[in-house]
């Protein structure tokens, strides 16, 4: 018998230790990956274009004659050059040798006023270029944040969705129904958290009528005492801070 | 609610008839994997020796001088002790003045038989826990996840909200009990094919030998009056 023992000893190490491996490689293989779910912003595919045109057109006269007009310095030469040309006939009609130098000296005014003229035009015209390129961008800026806006919101409605979910399921966990409820009573309370997910006060704002139903549900809600509330204190504060309830256990009475 | 479930976690949190199913089951593939290393040691060693027998029976040794060499030996193999018997048996009777060459026959034929089927009875030791291991464990493992599963929907069915969250652990966990049942099965079943398909061969060369030795027998005995010794095998 103790020689038949012996022979069992080293096969039993043997198995102990495949299944030590076995146990090994299965608990250090076996982790599953936490899978993050990505929020995918949806992709831009609107025809951006086609919208900023309109926009263009209907915002580039507005801006471009008023500012350019009044506060460039380039504009006050047009005044100016009306004084000019009157005098200019007269002395054109003597042809005195002095007066030709003032007449030169007068053309080459005119022809600098001219030219910058001509200057505040070109500078004009790529302000006016620029400024519409500007709006452009301002433009599509605007919209791009705005459909950012839109999916964030759309995310954000999401999470808070579940939250609320939580928070409802949470509530209806805790209720114990009195006698009295009746099918599709439903009240409507207003809970306030602080940002750990804690209750502050649970107000009733619309009674179901029947006063053990509306105490049950006000009950339920600081039994619960603490709700699982986003961390995000944005998301908080714009849907959780102070929030509505409505509490309408249809499920549950029969 | 773990975001990340470890094999250990689940065999933990299992409820109690699953972890005792699991208990069972990982004992059942321990003692089966200890069977299947001691029988692959001893079939081996059986098969080593009779090689070594056949081949120092048929060196043309004397039979007497193999017997005297054998008979103190404290751990005959099957075929050693085979012949051991066998040859005592017809000493025994060979001794007796009245004794015919059938009667010795015969009595050589039922020690050898005997010596063979305790032999078979060694070589299978072990191979029926090895089948049974091997047909059962998988039912026993299903029938621990068919528990467990029965117990994480009996608790959706109390749940407003039905999540696939509030299932999948409890099933996850009643399916390890399933994964359990085939790790002891299949090296369970592989063992028991293959070992039952070495005993069989084994058990071949054992009556081949016993056939050949009690015919080197049957001719000693009858030719018994010339000389009362059995020769070496020719």
Not at chain 1, 43 to 47: D, G, L, P, R, T
Not at chain 2, 224 to 227: E, L, Q, T, Y
């Given at each position: 018998m103790v020689f038949a023992l012996r022979m069992y000893i080293l096969p039993l190490l043997l198995a102990v230790a495949i299944h030590a491996l076995a146990a090994l490689a299965l608990v250090r293989g076996f982790n599953p990956e936490a899978i993050t779910t990505k929020v995918i912003k949806p992709?831009?595919?609107?025809?951006k274009l086609i919208v900023l045109e309109p926009k263009r057109s209907k915002t580039k006269p507005k801006p471009i004659p008023k500012p350019m007009l009044t506060p460039?310095?380039?504009?006050?030469?047009k005044p100016e050059p009306k004084p000019l040309p009157k005098p200019e006939p007269k002395p054109k009609a003597e042809p005195a040798k002095p007066k030709v130098d003032a007449a030169a000296k007068r053309k080459a005014a005119l022809k600098k006023k001219q030219e910058q003229e001509a200057q505040a035009k070109a500078e004009r015209l790529q302000a006016l270029a620029d400024q519409s390129f500007m709006d452009a961008l301002d433009d599509e800026q605007a919209m791009l944040d705005e459909v950012a806006d839109a999916s964030d919101a759309a995310v954000d409605a999401a999470a808070a969705q579940s939250f609320r979910m939580g928070i409802y399921q949470a509530v209806v966990g805790n209720w114990s129904r009195p006698p009295s409820a009746r099918q599709g009573m439903q009240v409507t309370l207003l809970v306030e958290l602080v940002p750990t997910g804690d209750v502050v006060s649970v107000s009733i704002?619309?009674?179901?009528?029947n006063g053990a139903f509306d105490r049950s549900a006000q009950s339920a809600v600081n039994k619960v005492g603490q709700f699982v509330v986003p961390t995000e204190s944005e998301l908080f504060e714009r849907h959780f801070r102070k929030f509505t309830l409505l509490f309408k256990p249809e499920d549950l009475l029969r | 609610m773990s975001e990340q479930l470890s094999v250990w976690e689940l065999v933990v949190n299992a409820s109690l008839l699953v972890q005792v199913v699991m208990g069972l089951l990982a004992l059942a593939s321990v003692v089966s994997w200890m069977m299947i290393f001691q029988r692959w040691f001893f079939l081996n060693r059986v098969a080593r020796n009779v090689d070594e027998f056949e081949d120092h029976f048929w060196s043309g040794i004397d039979l007497r001088a193999l017997y005297n060499e054998l008979d103190g030996k404290d751990d005959l193999t099957g075929i050693e002790s085979m012949f051991v018997a066998g040859f005592k048996e017809y000493s025994r009777m060979a001794?007796?003045?009245?004794?015919?060459a059938d009667a010795i026959m015969q009595a050589v034929q039922r020690a050898t038989r005997v010596t063979l089927n305790r032999e078979e009875g060694r070589l299978e030791a072990t191979l029926p826990f090895l089948a049974t291991v091997g047909s059962t464990s998988p039912y026993v493992g299903l029938f621990g996840t068919v528990w467990g599963i029965m117990n994480s929907f009996r608790g959706l069915a109390n749940m407003t909200q039905a999540t696939l969250a509030s299932v999948a652990p409890g099933i996850s966990e009643a399916l390890v009990a399933t994964a359990m049942g085939l790790f002891a099965a299949i090296p369970a079943v592989i063992g028991y094919n293959r070992f039952s398909a070495r005993v069989e061969v084994l058990m071949k060369r054992y009556e081949a030998f016993s056939d050949e030795f009690i015919s080197i027998l049957h001719r000693a005995a009858h030719s018994?009056?010339?000389?009362n010794t059995p020769g070496s095998p020719q």
């Open positions: 992709q831009i595919v609107q025809s460039a310095p380039v504009v006050q030469p704002v619309d009674s179901s009528g | 001794e007796q003045p009245n004794a015919d018994r009056g010339k000389s």
